[in-house]
């Protein structure tokens, strides 16, 4: 609703009747009055008002009038029910991937599926590993909370958090393990507990109702049906998520220490990978140009510097400055990019359809009024030649910084 | 590297369109894998039917035989293989990440793993080197990311779509390739008892529900705009300022490296 400041009917009828329940409640408390031999007395703390910062603010001035409050419409952020569970009767143990510290959406399905099996008995308990962003486990349907955080869980450590897994199991007896069928990590530690646990777990499950579970199997020609398995790994969409409850988020601490295994498997850390060589369609960060765009040899120099993925704009493509395997958009490549960084693009509608699965974008543009700004995260007004040439060098110190450190 | 034992399971593999029997396009990127390693001394197991045409197509791509453990269809591959690999002496086991026939659900690569007690690569990308009993290789992480590993010899390895493309299969030598087929137990899966297959199903498309009470709600959901302009707008900073916003939302991101 709009911020027009309205005459409220009913507080002036209330204000003018004496006997009114509400009247005394309703009464702006007089500032100066007749006292009984004449004499004007006066409140000190009534002067005034509260200024939006919270700070009392007197106006001398007269334009200020009776009510010092601002009639404006209720604030519409809705408080969710709470879903409390006391004493769960069973566990349903979630380990979401946490891409980037957050809850993807198939983490999310996943929490969904979890809270269809518990019902409103059993207690959803997420593990999570290492350190997260999330301030929403709350909405997502999460009642318990297992943070497992250190050292022995940083870089890749399949090994280690299969242990800590296995020391959930000894103390939650959970009912299911539900973990996300994906590349990025759920499917390869699902499967390396299901091994640790000499479960047979059910693969690429699209589908769990009345302890049946669909999943595909094979190359996707196949479905298999069978009973819901104590081990699910579940495929993207499996179950609607969360949507009109708050959970707990109450924390969950492991009884006993984790057991410290010799990791068999040492990470020497992340390959620096040719960016132009990632396809577009699956590069975690794309810099993209459009009309806006008049230097490209620094855009390509900033694509090097920042370690991103090229990507275009039409109009960027039909002028030639770049291929036509690079345009984003509905005629082009759909991205899926977690940053997306637009310089120069406007915004067609089309092209906002090919960014629609990105996370972040933000916007380096002129024009204040244009589509991209309203869509990106963070957008930047000014121009863009002088914007890249400051991010270049801010990266190049950053990264002299990163190697003084670590030598 | 050629002095190196390394052993590729292979399965049948079923074209996605048609359904025909082919090599699988997984084990085939190991068996390629296996042929950069070790050349001709790769060894090439199948556990199941030594009369399927199918497993010829490995062959040619440059071998000269394959062991065949022999097997019905619906059997339990994992305790013949589990068995075979204990006393075949292999540095390096590599395998695909999951069979394009069957249940297909990629457990086999981490059940022989905690059965032999080996330790398991997913989705190896390149074997960098071998050396004292430690192989350094890279493994595939999505988004085409790659990340340096040290293992300890003997280990398992699944291959995914990351590994190099497999190459042709000649006719001729896969005539000439011998299949070896040797007896084995037979066990029985317990899977195929009570659980069945059957043709998949189209996903169903998921509808976007609009939970209002009431009109005027609905009414704003049907035409609300895209665009949740909730973003924050930088407007008349200096290129540092903007550049630096920029930065720290990138860091945070962890997507500068």
Redesign the interface.
């Known amino acids: 609703m709009s911020d027009i400041i309205r005459r409220d009917p009913r507080a002036e009828w209330i204000a003018r009747n004496r006997l009114h329940p509400l009247h005394a409640a309703m009464q702006t408390a007089a500032t100066s009055w007749m006292g009984p031999n004449g004499l004007i007395r006066k409140n000190p703390h009534a002067v005034g008002f509260i200024g939006p910062n919270g700070i009392k603010r007197i106006d001398r001035s007269g334009a200020e009038q009776g009510g010092n409050q601002k009639r404006s419409a209720a604030s519409s952020v809705v408080q969710l029910p709470l879903h409390v569970i006391e004493q769960p009767a069973f566990h349903i143990a979630v380990v979401p991937d946490m891409v ?1 510290g957050r809850l993807s959406a198939h983490d999310k399905d996943l929490l969904g599926l979890a809270n269809k099996l518990a019902g409103s008995e059993g207690a959803v308990v997420a593990v999570v590993f290492g350190e997260h962003k999330e301030n929403a486990f709350d909405t997502a349907g999460v009642d318990r909370l297992l943070h497992l955080d250190g050292e022995l869980f940083d870089g ?1 450590a399949p ?1 280690q958090r299969v242990l800590a897994l296995s020391a959930v199991e000894s103390q939650l007896a959970p009912r299911h393990w539900l973990l996300p069928d994906s ?2 990590g759920g ?2 530690l699902g ?2 507990l ?3 646990l000499g479960e ?2 059910a ?1 690429r499950v ?1 589908q769990v109702s009345e302890g049946q579970c ?1 999943g ?12 819901a398995p104590r081990l699910i790994l579940a495929a993207v ?1 499996c179950a ?1 998520p969360v ?2 409850t708050r959970h707990e988020v109450r924390p969950l601490a492991l009884q006993n220490q984790i057991a410290r295994n010799l990791p ?10 040719d960016p132009a ?3 577009m369609a ?4 794309i810099l993209s140009g459009g009309n806006g765009v008049k230097d490209w040899a620094l855009f390509h120099h900033a694509a090097v510097a ?3 993925t090229e990507g275009a704009s039409r109009v960027a493509v039909d002028d030639g400055f770049m291929t036509r395997d690079r345009q984003v958009g509905a005629s082009g490549i759909w991205v899926t990019a ?2 997306y ?1 637009a310089v120069g693009i406007s915004g067609a509608i089309q092209h ?1 359809q090919g960014i629609g699965a990105c ?4 916007a ?1 543009n002129l024009d ?1 009024g244009c ?1 991209m ?11 863009s030649a ?6 270049i ?3 190049a110190a ?1 990264r002299q910084e990163g190697e003084r450190d670590a030598a | 590297m050629t002095d190196l034992n390394i052993i590729t399971l292979v399965s049948v ?2 074209h ?1 369109t048609s ?1 025909r029997a082919r090599r699988a396009e997984q084990d085939a990127r190991a068996v390629e894998l296996g042929l950069r390693l070790a050349g001709e001394r790769l060894q090439l197991v199948h556990a199941g039917d030594p009369q399927e045409e199918a497993l010829r197509a490995y062959l040619g791509m440059g071998l000269g035989e394959m062991a065949v453990l022999e097997q019905p269809p619906g059997a339990d591959a994992l305790p013949v293989l589990t068995d075979y690999l204990r006393h075949a002496g292999a540095q390096l086991v590599l395998t695909g990440s999951q ?9 086999l690569p ?2 022989l ?2 059965q032999l007690g080996w ?5 190896l990308a390149e074997v960098e080197k071998i050396e004292n009993g430690l192989a ?1 290789v ?2 595939a ?12 010899l003997p ?1 398992i390895a699944s291959v ?1 779509n990351a590994a190099p493309a497999a190459r042709q299969s000649a006719f001729g030598p896969a005539r000439r390739g011998q299949l070896l087929a040797s007896e084995v137990a037979i066990v029985d899966d317990s ?1 195929l008892a ?8 189209p ?1 169903p498309k ?1 509808l976007k ?1 609009i ?1 209002a009470k009431t009109g005027a709600e609905r009414m704003k959901a049907a035409t609300a705009k ?12 200096s ?2 300022a ?6 720290k ?3 945070e ?5």
């Open positions: 980037g890749y090994e590349r990025t499917g390869e499967r390396r299901a091994a640790k047979r777990p693969t699209w669909i595909r199997a094979g190359a996707g020609r196949e479905d298999l049906v069978r009973r969409e609607e949507s009109d068999r498997i040492e990470d020497l850390g992340a390959v620096a990978v060589s990632i396809p699956e590069a975690e960060f920042l370690g991103a977690r940053v960084l906002l996370d972040k974008v933000i380096i204040p589509d700004i309203k869509r990106a995260d963070l957008s930047v007004i000014g121009d002088a914007i890249l040439a400051a991010l060098e801010r990266v950053y | 593999g079923a996605p359904g069979a394009e026939t069957g249940e297909g659900s990629g457990m981490f059940l793993a905690e330790p398991l690569v997913v989705g350094q890279l493994q992480l999505p988004r085409g990311q790659r990340r340096r590993l040290k293992v300890r280990f995914d899977l009570e659980a069945q297959l059957q043709a998949a199903r996903r998921r529900v939970k895209a665009a949740g302009g909730g973003g924050q707008v930088l407007k008349e900073v290129p540092q903007g550049a630096e916003a920029i930065f939302l990138l860091v991101e962890g997507v500068l490296r």
